[in-house]
Every structure is written in C-alpha cells, then in structure tokens.
C-alpha cells in the first residue's frame, strides 16, 4: 500500500495561474479531506468528500474547487492562486467513522 | 460549532523532564473523538491516539499517557522523561457529526515542543 500520496511536493505560481494538486489513496477510504497549514493558524478544513460524487465545504473553501469521480481520487483545484493561498496543503483519507486520517506528505505552494 | 483550543503555543524543556500539552475542547455533541496527532519536524503528520467521548479511562502508551476529562472537556497529553525525538509540533483534533450528518474534524492550533539535550 502506497497509502495517501500527494503531487507535486513543491510549487511555485504566479498570481493568477491555475493549478491542480493531485492527492491519491489505495486504502479504499470513503472519506477525503484537504486541509492548508499556515504558521500559528493550525490545520483548516478546505473542503471534504465522504465518497464517490459528494464533496462539502469545510472551514476556508473559498478560491478552491474539488470533485470526487472515484473513490482514490480526490483533486483539489486553484482557479486562480492568490498569494494568501501560498501554504502547506495536506490531503487525508480516512474509513467512515470516527477514525483516525491518514495524511499524504504535503504540498508546498508558494505563490508570488 | 466545535472548537479546540491548545492554549500553549511554544513549550521547551530539557531532556528528561517531564512535560503535558493541555487540549480543550467545545461540543455540543454527545458522541464524538478526540485525537492527538505529531509532526515532527520533517512535516509528516502522524497519528498517535484516539479516545471517544464514552471511554474516560486513562491511556498510557510507553513514555506516553493521555488523560480524559469530560467534566472540564480536556484531553491533555504528558510525555514522561522526554528525549529530543519528541521534539515536534503536536495537534489536538475533535471529530462530530455536523448538520449534513457527517464527521468533520477540528484540530487545534497546535503546540510546538521543543526538548534540549
């Protein structure tokens, strides 16, 4: 099991540009998460899926779109990067319940 | 609305000592979990308990003991004889069902501990 992976590890954007951070399990995990780290802020709910064609907002969706047509995939997209969306972003899939996540490495974005 | 607060930010101690990272918790949920996760400074997060909100018992895992409080809603960590690999930032999250009937987590802000040698 490669369990939670996360592409790129590393990127940098332009102010306006448009990108897609790739987050991939093999764990058949119903429930997705992506969450940004910003420095004395914690981790912050981006968005969420519970399975297969159903996502839901988390804490601070706003400048980010996903969709979930499988169960391993779950993408979270930039439209257009603005600075404060330079972070950390993890993405995390755990089983439905009160389980714990499994997290991917991590991304980082920088946007300039 | 759920909350979890790590009101310390930033602790050093020195090697050997002893040392508890405070967690509280709002909800007004009856059935929900905590969880206790550490990134170490490589950036990878990594799980290290669980406890639901039936289960009071205290929990001790090596080096490493939790103690539930539902009566002041707090899930503290304590670390006994701490080593320089425990240096690292550690994270409280609270799990509840929301309206739509899902489980969302909640983590803290985390506290950043830093162990001398």
């Known amino acids: 099991n490669a369990g939670v992976t996360q592409t790129p590890k590393f990127q940098v954007l332009k102010t306006g540009q448009s990108m897609t951070l790739q987050c991939a399990q093999d764990?058949?995990?119903?429930?997705m998460s992506w969450y940004r780290q910003d420095p004395g802020m914690g981790l912050r709910l981006i968005h969420y899926?519970?399975?297969?064609?159903?996502?839901d907002q988390g804490e601070v969706p706003n400048g980010y779109n996903v969709s979930r047509s499988t169960t391993e995939d779950f993408p979270l997209r930039l439209l257009s990067a603005a600075p404060s969306q330079t972070s950390v972003y993890f993405c995390?899939?755990?089983?439905?319940?009160?389980?714990?996540?499994?997290f991917g490495p991590g991304t980082r974005l920088t946007v300039t | 609305a759920q909350k979890v607060t790590q009101a310390q930010t930033e602790i050093s101690v020195v090697e050997k000592e002893d040392v508890t990272l405070d967690c509280v918790y709002e909800t007004r949920d009856t059935t929900y979990y905590l969880f206790w996760y550490k990134q170490p400074p490589s950036g990878e997060l990594v799980f290290l308990i669980r406890r639901n909100s039936f289960d009071e018992q205290n929990e001790i895992s090596g080096r490493y003991s939790w103690n539930f409080q539902k009566s002041t809603s707090s899930f503290n960590f304590t670390i006994t004889a701490s080593q320089v690999v425990d240096s690292a930032v550690y994270f409280c999250?609270?799990?509840?069902?929301?309206?739509?009937?899902?489980?969302?987590?909640?983590f803290g802000t985390g506290t950043k501990l830093q162990v001398i040698p």
């Open positions: 764990m058949n995990h119903e429930y």
């Open positions: 999250a609270l799990s509840e069902q929301n309206s739509g009937g899902y489980q969302k987590v909640t």
């Open positions: 899926s519970v399975g297969a064609g159903i996502t």
């Open positions: 995390a899939s755990r089983p439905t319940g009160y389980y714990e996540q499994y």
